[in-house]
T-cell receptor, first 113, second 114 residues
């Protein structure tokens, strides 16, 4: 079993839809949770991060962490064609001098006009 | 604009060749990483370095080596390329002050071994 599971999609939605992207994990020591966005032929870029449980909102994006269920989500409101990308979740325990990130496989999202 | 630059976007190499992938960052970051990205598998860590001349194995170091002679440059070496090393290779860097949140990735090198 992978430490981090993420549905690869693809997910296709109409413009304006609410998108829900999810990851599950098995390591209860994970404390730091991140979402990266990767456009085609580009490297991933950090979109949002949260520490421990709870919600975090940034414009149209909301990140949620439920540590009791080992489940994290990214919601995109009023989705736009420019949101079409691959979304990767990443996690870390935060322990040690080097903080290793464990990535999910990524979910490919297509938002069509 | 700060950046991580990977020297090649696309490379085609023959089986058995020695391959060098170069990565340069201009952010004075202490930490540098090499990942490979494959469909359905996500990003997997090959090697990382937290200081000049220091290196640590990641999850899949077999068949690879690295070199970090200068702080800004981190090279990935495929000693004898094989077809199962065909992949997208991503370099990243981060500061020792914000190691978890501050990853900056390059645009990647798509390597094909024939």
């Amino acid at each position: 079993q992978k430490e981090v599971e993420q549905d690869p999609g693809p997910l296709s939605v109409p413009e304006g839809a609410i998108v829900s992207l999810n990851c599950t994990y098995s390591n209860s020591a994970f404390q730091y949770f991140m979402w990266y966005r990767q456009y085609s032929r580009k490297g991933p870029e950090l979109l949002m991060y949260t520490y421990s449980s709870g919600n975090k909102e940034d414009g149209r994006f909301t990140a949620q962490v439920d540590k009791s269920s080992k489940y994290i989500s990214l919601f995109i409101r009023d989705s736009q064609p420019s949101d079409s990308a691959t979304y990767l979740c990443a996690m870390s325990t935060g322990s040690g001098g080097y903080n290793k990130l464990i990535f999910g496989a990524g979910t490919r999202l297509a938002v069509h006009p | 604009d700060v950046k991580v630059t990977q020297s090649s976007r696309y490379l085609v190499k023959r089986t058995g060749e020695k391959v060098f992938l170069e990565c340069v960052q201009d952010m004075d970051h202490e930490n540098m990483f090499w990942y490979r990205q494959d469909p359905g598998l996500g990003l997997r860590l090959i090697y990382f370095s937290y200081d000049v001349k220091m290196k640590e194995k990641g999850d899949i170091p077999e068949g690879y080596s690295v070199s970090r002679e200068k702080k800004e440059r981190f090279s990935l070496i495929l000693e004898s390329a094989s077809t199962n090393q065909t992949s997208m290779y991503l370099c990243a860097s981060s500061s020792a002050d914000t190691p978890i949140y501050g990853y900056t990735f390059g645009s990647g090198t798509r390597l094909t071994v024939v």
